[in-house]
């Protein structure tokens, strides 16, 4: 399936994630692995050190670059308009394309770490990324981990409007107020673990939803998010996974289900955009 993003453009749901693959050959073998079985969207992020092996296995898969949806994300370290500028040129060198599908800000800068000059820090690198747009570099341009305080000013500011946002999505984290602005602005959310990092397969509730449908408790965390009109992005470097993790499509929880599954206790695996400091 595809969303389509406010500028017109589609994204395949689900997205093939490559957070912590190591780089070197499990990298190159999961991604051409995840093209052959039938994903089209690659998520990577420059921070995540795999960005030239994410390109040589889209390259081993044989498929065409305009088959393809690719995004990766600004580190940290890069914010600011010139070095944003430099760092998606290093990107799009490592991934061996000479455009991205989306380029997102991988963190907010936040108030924690640089005090009231945050707001400026995020409205200059965003400036860069309207550029690399305009220059045609990147054909669509978002965030990930703003949550509702940090998109505001970009979105009174901004001249061309952010399309996503990829944010920690899951059962025991439900993000209503983020969510709700992000529909508010027509901007698309994306799930990072969406399987709580793995630590949700075991939930005793989600094994009895699972069971009832014949499926897999990754399979019902992974629909639970499209049924939330929510797109996940989902790694794995096992092939039977890979396949697995694709394969949600032909059952549908019911509302009571979606209920119970959004009851589960609150849980967040990764670092809060307000108080991360790297
Ligand atoms: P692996 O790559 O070894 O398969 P999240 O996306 O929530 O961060 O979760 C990712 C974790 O879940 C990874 O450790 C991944 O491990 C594991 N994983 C991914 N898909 C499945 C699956 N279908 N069943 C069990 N574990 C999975």
């Not at 190159?28 to 921070?47: K, N």
């Not at 995540?48 to 995004?71: A, D, M, W």
């Amino acid at each position: 399936m595809e969303f389509t993003l406010s500028n017109g453009r589609n994204i395949p749901c689900p997205g093939f994630g490559t957070f912590k693959t190591p780089d070197g050959n499990i990298c190159i073998d999961s991604v051409r692995e995840a093209i052959a079985a039938g994903y089209t969207h690659i998520d990577t992020a420059a921070v995540y050190g795999n960005e030239r092996s994410v390109g040589e296995g889209v390259r081993q898969s044989g498929k065409s670059r305009e088959e393809l949806f690719i995004t990766s994300k600004l580190w940290n370290t890069e914010r600011g308009y010139d070095s944003t500028l430099r760092a998606c040129e290093k990107t799009l060198k490592d991934l061996g394309t000479d455009y991205l599908d989306l380029y997102l800000i991988h963190w907010p800068a936040n108030e924690m770490q640089f005090g009231s000059k945050a707001t400026d820090i995020n409205l200059d690198t965003w400036k860069a990324m309207e550029r690399l747009a305009d220059e045609g570099c990147v054909r669509s341009i978002g965030l990930s981990n703003f949550y509702a305080s940090h998109m505001q000013p970009i979105l009174a500011s901004a001249n061309i409007a952010p399309t996503v946002d990829q944010i920690e999505y899951h059962p025991g984290l439900l993000q209503e107020e983020t969510i709700a602005l992000c529909r508010e602005h027509a901007i698309l959310v994306e799930a990072w673990s969406p399987l709580g990092r793995g630590k949700l397969l075991e939930d005793s509730v989600l094994l009895k939803i699972a069971s009832a449908h014949g499926k897999t408790t990754a399979q019902v965390l992974l629909r639970w998010c499209v049924q939330n009109d929510v797109l996940p992005l989902v790694k794995s470097v096992h092939a039977e996974r890979i396949h697995q993790n694709l394969d949600f499509f032909d059952f549908t929880l019911s509302p009571s289900e979606m209920e119970e599954t959004a009851s589960l206790p609150e849980a967040r695996y990764g670092s809060h955009p307000d108080t991360a400091t790297f």
